[in-house]
C-alpha cells in the first residue's frame, strides 16, 4: 500500500490532532463535572475518554511516522553515499588465532607446552 502524499498526510495528522484535543478537552469536563456532582461514573467515563485520546494519538504518530512514510519520502530526498554502521574490521578479538594453536600446535611456534 502506498503512503499518502505530504499536504494530504498533513492534512489528516492536523485533522487527527485537533480530534485528540476535543477529547481532552470532553474528558477534563466529564471529570469536572464527576467532581461537582461527587459522581464516580463520570469520573470513569472521563479517565476512559482521555485513555481513548491517548491511543488515538499513538496510533496516529506510528501511522505518520511508520516505515512506509519515511521510504516514500526517500524517493525526493538525497540518499546518504554510504549507510551508517559501525565496521568491525578493524577490532582485534583476543581468541582470533588462540583457537588455531589449539587445532594444530605445530601453527604457534611461541607457544610452549610443559
Known sequence: M???QPPLSTALGLLMV????ALVAWALQLMQAASDRREFSLM????????????LATVMV???TGPNRISSRALWLPQPVEGPGVS???INLPWEGSLDCLVDPARCPDLRLS
Open 2 to 4: 502506498p503512503a499518502l
Open 44 to 55: 470513569l467515563a472521563g479517565c476512559m475518554v482521555c485513555s481513548a485520546a491517548v491511543g
Open 88 to 90: 568491525l574490521d578493524a
Open 18 to 21: 485537533a480530534f485528540v484535543v
Open 62 to 64: 506510528l501511522t505518520l
